[in-house]
């Protein structure tokens, strides 16, 4: 059992309230993800779930146990930080057995469960060698391996992948995931990259400003976002926000995704000049300038060529369209499109 609500919780820093009144409520065997932009507080929530860090106000529960005054070793979680936090003189066994070895389980004990997170991570030949001999991936394998033999009731990951190269990452996160579906655990995990949530996450909580802007699964955040932020943020390349008057249409913002965007050298709604393109193989990104609008970014599948300086007209798929208000909230009456 691994269920976590959190109700009402705040946390502030003298006269700055960085965590601002959040309700959540994280499903046994769930993965959920905390995303935000730098400072928006998703670390500082993850760190007082932990008991890392105190609480303000409001309550953490753990299955249904009020765990504000619990100390950290007590509350049943295992965390996964950025840094590997590996000690240096023992082996990758002897790390990831430390903890069990401390809480003076007994030895076949801590062999057993060590030998069976080695498994499940791949790391049977590297049992006897220390950190300095791993890989940045491999250190991070061996920090996950350490959280897994505690068996807790929630696994914490506070952006465990930042030290690693491109590729890493994305081999890392298909372990990850494949983690989560061999153990079943309660996962949540925090990551200013977008594109991690989109792709680890059952649900995923949009944080700014220590505030929870939407709770949602990926594509629900994609296709139906509360708001210009959660808009802007979730996708790659983000979403245009146009100046919605001089198109003609209702709302103050129009937002149009990049893929939902038709490009012509002949006719089409708003006219400018291509400033760059980067040619991806299976996608053409091409960047338009124009006067009203600035700066559209444009997605097409497979390679195209466009040439810089090259006038062209873009023209939004309407039936594809967010319209918001001047305060940045949607407008419900032009959420048409979303029910695929």
Do not use: W
């Not at 990831?96 to 069976?116: I, N, R, W």
């Not at 949530?197 to 509360?226: C, F, H, K």
């Not at 209702?250 to 393109?277: C, F, M, Q, W």
Request: net charge negative; hydrophobic share 40%; charged share 20%.
């Amino acid at each position: 059992m691994g269920k976590m609500t959190l109700t009402n919780i705040c946390k502030s820093f003298g006269a700055e309230n960085v965590i601002q009144d959040v309700n959540l409520e994280v499903n046994d065997g769930e993965f959920c993800v905390f995303v935000g932009p730098s400072g928006c507080g998703k670390s500082t929530l993850l760190r007082m779930i932990a008991g890392l860090e105190d609480i303000t106000s409001g309550d953490i529960d753990i299955d249904g146990v009020k765990v504000n005054n619990t100390p950290p070793s007590k509350r049943e979680i295992a965390m996964v930080f950025q840094s590997y936090a590996l000690y240096p003189h023992l082996t990758v066994a002897a790390n990831m057995g430390l903890g069990l070895k401390q809480a003076k389980t007994p030895g076949a004990e801590v062999k057993k469960a060590v030998a069976h997170a080695s498994g499940m991570l791949g790391l049977d030949p590297l049992l006897t060698r220390r950190p300095a001999e791993l890989s940045g991936g491999q250190r991070q394998r061996v920090a996950i391996g350490r959280a897994i033999v505690r068996t807790p009731k929630l696994f914490l990951f506070d952006e465990p992948l930042s030290n690693l190269d491109a590729a890493l990452r994305v081999q890392t996160r298909i372990e990850i995931a494949k983690l989560h579906r061999d153990l079943g655990a309660t996962m949540i995990y925090v990551t200013h990259d977008q594109v991690e949530a989109m792709t680890l996450a059952d649900r995923i909580v949009v944080l700014n400003g220590g505030r929870v802007e939407q709770v949602g699964a990926p594509m629900e955040l994609y296709n139906n976002p509360a708001n210009l932020f959660v808009a802007g943020f979730i996708g790659s390349p983000k979403m245009n926000f146009l100046k919605a008057k001089p198109l003609g249409t209702a709302g103050d913002i129009l937002g149009i995704r990049p893929e939902h965007l038709e490009i012509s050298r002949d006719e089409g709604l708003v006219s400018g000049t291509i400033s760059h393109v980067e040619h991806l193989g299976g996608e053409t990104l091409v960047y338009v300038n124009t006067d009203v609008h600035g700066l559209i970014t444009v997605r097409l599948f497979g390679e195209h060529e466009y040439a810089i300086d090259e006038t062209v007209f873009v023209t939004p798929d309407s039936a594809r369209a967010f319209h918001f208000d001047a305060n940045g909230e949607r407008i419900p009456s032009t959420a048409q499109h979303n029910k695929e």
